[in-house]
């Protein structure tokens, strides 16, 4: 018996990179200098307990783009993520140092209302959760708590939500059915609706096709496509062909790290790090 | 005999053992059900419902002043204790990791464990003393104070059942913390808590020591609430010890009229959460 019936092809071969689609780059063009830097974090430093998550992260994430997250399993991605929405503040002894900016503003600063902050900055997870309501209700929900619509503007809003998320015209004609009744990917555009309903200004997502078949992750990733237009995007993914698809700007985490940060097109094909390189071609992780 | 013989033997043997002793829990149940149908049923009528008690050496009447009484009781024991366990239940589930909150779950486990006559000799310290008169609020304190326990740690453990992500999705919507814990974490739970509320109600429904010296009991048909007022289980406990033969024939009926009721509240229990859990999947 060979060791090579043991090693996986992967590692066997040297396969080629993911091919960055034309589109983002031509037709988004605009380059970094020219978009308004929407969220940044300075020094940002992570603990879970005694362990740290994060070390030193300084990063930018520009207005009406998409920035991209990778990097390997347990490298701080979806915890950096988490920190721009302050959802790691629900976990019992963490701690943060250093910035986090929202529009020049800190949001862990003294007297930042966190619930205010995350109207403004929404997330979609990886894991679609909608809540064991109607879809209608789901979508409103938002708006509902944060008191954004008056009972009769809802349906007009919960509609626009869900046009926004491409879903209005499969459910339309059936609001007040329970949202769990949905498949997999339209509860996870039912809940892209509900992140959209209360108009953010940035929406997070961590890993949101990662649970997907390829259709309905087709699906998210037009969506994605449709939302930069609107909104400052940034995602986490494992899937480095969607973060080239997708992304205007690419971060690569390692070990609590941020090895380099750039345009996607650069880090996927010429990026300024041998490490960056080896995960992108699949080397390792 | 070889191994294998001896190995099947054994394992025979357990799945017997097993058996005898499901049918050695079911047994009481059975036999009590069936006993209390044939010696109630034959007491039981229309009249039952809808008759004051006569005096004794009368035949006839009924103990319609204690089935209203009962339902009041329950009543005010539902008003007392679900929003109480509801609200203390959300607290140990969703804020629950603070010195306090263990020791508030502890105390919940204790007082369920509390015997009902300690309960009962509290709430006459608390209701009966102050103003010195047994009262149908007293009786349906003490009735609420044993259901507390119940609801409370069923709540928590239905909300520690409901995920998580829920709770985060809410929150990344801008919901402060309670506003996600009542308006989704218990929405989410619903089914099983109201399970846990019937399994409460049936648990005090049949309750007669802390009726005792609270609600005491009545002779008359009374719906005030500052006045004693008169019980199924009272009831059946003061015919039963009486030595009139008609008396004796209705603390049966009383009898099976408490079983009866509380297996509906066990039949309700089932249906309830089988729909309301259909509603959500729908």
Sequence with gaps: ?285 | MNLAARRRALSHFVVVLCGVAVLVALLPLVLVFFYVLRQGITALNWDFFTKMPKPVGEAGGGMANAVVGTLILIAIASAVAVPVGLIAGTYLSEYGRKPFASLARFTADVLNGIPSIVIGIFAYGLAVMPVRRFSAIAGGLALGFMMIPIITRTTEELLNLVPSSLREGALALGATRARAAFSVMLPAALPGIMTGILVALSRIAGETAPLLFTAFNNRFFSTRLTQPIASLPVQVYTYAISPYEDWHRQAWAGALVLVGVIFSFSVLARVVTKRLERMHAR
Excluded at chain 1, 237 to 251: D, G, K, L, P
């Design chain 1, 1 to 285: 018996m060979t060791d090579v019936t043991l090693m996986s092809p992967e590692k066997g071969t040297t396969p080629a990179r993911p091919e960055v689609p034309s589109r983002s780059s031509l037709e988004s063009p605009a380059p970094p200098s020219a978009s308004r830097i929407r969220m940044e974090t300075r020094k940002l430093n992570f603990f879970y307990g005694k362990s740290q998550a994060l070390y030193d992260i300084s990063l930018s994430v520009p207005e009406k783009s998409v920035t991209a997250f990778i990097g390997p399993s347990g490298c701080g991605k979806s915890t950096f993520l988490r920190c721009l929405n302050r959802m790691n503040d629900i976990i019992p002894e963490t701690r943060v140092e250093g910035d986090v900016l929202l529009d020049g503003k800190d949001i862990y600063g003294p007297g930042n209302d966190v619930v205010d902050l995350r109207r403004r900055v929404g997330m979609v997870f990886q894991k679609s959760n909608p809540f064991p309501k109607s879809i209608f209700d789901n979508v409103a929900y938002g708006l509902k708590i944060n008191g954004l619509a008056r009972r009769a503007e809802m349906p007009e809003r919960v509609e626009k939500a869900l046009k926004g998320a491409a879903l209005w015209e499969e459910v339309k004609d059936r609001l007040e059915s329970s949202a769990l009744g949905l498949s997999g990917g339209q509860q996870q555009r039912l809940c892209i609706a509900r992140a959209l309903a209360v108009e953010p200004e940035v929406v997070l997502m961590d890993e949101p096709a990662s649970a997907l078949d390829p259709i309905a992750t087709q699906k998210i990733e037009e969506l994605i496509y449709e939302l930069k237009r609107n909104y400052t995007i940034a995602i986490v993914t494992h899937n480095m062909q969607q973060a080239a698809r997708v992304s205007e700007y690419t971060a690569f985490f390692m070990l609590g790290r941020l090895v380099e940060r750039d345009r996607t097109d650069k880090i996927f094909t010429n990026p300024g790090q041998k490490i960056t390189e080896d995960y992108i071609t699949g080397r390792f992780g």
